[in-house]
Nanobody
């Protein structure tokens, strides 16, 4: 059974940093595009960042560009999200997810499986 498990969330002051991790079980990891989404209360699921199977291609939402960095270690079946210069507007539950191809990466409907989420709270 394929599973994604996020960790690394928490409470941080504005301007601080956090590093999220998403560990995958199963044999699918290196053949799948991996992405991070986030969801704040009352909002839909929002694309944050994506990384290709090899790690050579990445893309970011405009709201996090220059502050967040996505990376992956295929030997460890893990994808990371380094978040710097955090702002209160970054407060949300963060989810990692997998898809088999790059096309349409910004659309959450193309992803399966999803992790359970990890909460990030940024205080002002």
């Amino acid at each position: 059974q394929v599973q994604l498990v996020e960790s690394g969330g928490g409470l941080v002051q504005a301007g601080g940093s956090l590093r999220l991790s998403c560990a995958a079980s199963g044999q699918f990891f290196s053949t799948h595009v991996m992405a991070w989404f986030r969801q704040a209360p009352g909002n839909g699921r929002e694309f944050v960042a994506v990384i290709s199977q090899s790690g050579q291609s990445t893309s970011y939402a405009d709201s996090v560009k220059g502050r967040f960095t996505v990376s992956r270690d295929n030997a460890k079946n893990t994808v990371y999200l380094q978040m710097n210069s955090l702002e209160p507007e970054d407060t949300a539950a963060y989810y990692c997810a997998a898809r088999p191809d790059w096309y349409g990466y910004y659309d959450p409907s193309g992803y399966h499986p999803w992790g359970q989420g990890t909460q990030v709270t940024v205080s002002s």
